[in-house]
């Protein structure tokens, strides 16, 4: 098994990292080192039409609209060289996890022919580390478009220890120095949306690498736009106190948190630190923007919600748990459960009083 692949920066932050699933080997597909396009790979769009460049068309990269379904170029259209992966999944996947690759930064201008040379550089990083080619699912470039990594049906090398659950969305770039395009975005969001109850399930969560991985993946300016990208809500991020500029899906990400400190009056920053990862699985509403950790210290805009619900000073320790929820849920009059379930009932009654400024 092949150790982790860690790329850092110059202070030793860990910008992404690689790994392979600790898990047995299974049939490497060689099937595309000739230039095949598999039938499974994941460039059919919703109408049934194939949008498949013709084999060795270097110039068939699809143009990208806003709205309009993802077209996603094929493995064929970069020439990709080796595997496909190391195993075939069954079933969707569970999760969705967004990466950046740390690699060149293309401009939005940029050529298809260079976007291809910088998939066959990220391909030739997976194949010296794995030998099991490109590690990530799809990836998308400044332009908007994006490029069939590892098939959606095959295990890549993208979020160690759940390759084999989750598929990935990796920008092109690193975006812990440089900030996402709105074209990115819009592509990114079409994809999300056009992978539910096709390649993943459709209440899988989208989430930032560093969610579950030490690392700073997918950087702090991409990590902030993944509510925008799960909500297909557009391609500029809210006004700070902007009403109704939140989208009532009943998900706690960092969008609804940013809301909820600046309502609070604590640092506006859409992160809350410092959780029990205990309740992180069993709470599947809340999503991005929560640090979960195995020992809690707690956070302040938890402990600011807490005395604002009406808490007694000695429950208000700033973390997440059934009994500040039931406490949110009794106090925003929705059924009180003491869990925030995907499109919870709490939280989008918690989102309209942000918008409407009344926590
Ligand atoms: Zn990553």
Redesign the pocket.
């Known amino acids: 098994m092949a150790e982790p692949y860690e790329i850092k920066d110059d202070t030793g932050i860990v910008l992404?990292?690689?790994a392979a699933d600790d898990e047995p080997q299974g049939d490497t597909a060689t099937g595309e080192v000739d230039g095949t396009v598999s039938e499974t790979g994941g460039q059919t769009p919703s109408d049934g039409e194939p949008t498949a460049a013709p084999v060795g068309e270097p110039t068939a990269a699809p143009e990208v609209e806003t709205q309009a379904a993802p077209s996603i170029a094929p493995r064929s259209s970069w020439g990709a060289r080796h595997p496909d992966g190391d195993l075939t999944l069954t079933g969707p996947a569970v999760e969705v996890?967004v990466?950046?690759s740390v690699t060149a930064q293309l401009s939005t201008d940029a050529s298809i022919a260079a976007e291809a040379e910088q998939m066959r550089a990220l391909e030739s990083v997976g194949q010296s580390r794995f030998g099991t080619g490109i590690s990530y699912n799809v990836v998308i470039f400044p332009s908007g478009r994006a490029y069939q990594g590892v098939s959606w049906n095959r295990r890549g090398t993208?979020?160690g220890g759940r390759n084999s659950t989750s598929r990935?969305i990796?920008f092109a770039g690193n975006y812990e120095t440089n900030t996402p395009t709105a074209a990115q975005i819009s592509t990114a969001a079409a994809i999300y949306r056009e992978g539910k109850d096709r390649w993943w399930t459709q209440g899988a969560p989208l989430r930032g690498?560093?969610d579950v991985?030490q690392?700073a993946?997918?950087g702090r300016h991409l990590y902030a736009r993944i509510d925008d990208i799960r909500t297909g809500s557009g391609s500029t991020p809210p006004s700070p106190g902007e009403p109704g500029g939140l989208v009532v899906d009943g998900f706690w990400g960092s969008s609804t948190t940013r809301r909820l400190q600046q309502e609070l009056g604590t640092t506006v920053d859409g992160v809350v630190s410092s959780q029990s990862v205990y309740w992180r699985d069993r709470n599947p509403g809340l999503t991005t923007g929560w640090q979960w950790v195995s020992d809690a210290d707690g956070s302040r805009v938890i402990a600011a919600l807490q005395a604002r619900i009406g808490m007694d000073p000695g429950q208000r320790d700033g973390k997440i748990g059934p009994q500040t929820i039931r406490a949110l849920q009794g106090h925003l009059g929705t059924p009180v459960d003491g869990v925030i379930s995907r499109e919870s009932r709490a939280v989008m009654a918690l989102q309209r009083r942000l918008n409407d400024g009344r926590v």
């Open positions: 992404e990292v690689l996890f990466h950046h993208h979020t990935s990796c690498h560093r991985s690392t993946c997918p």
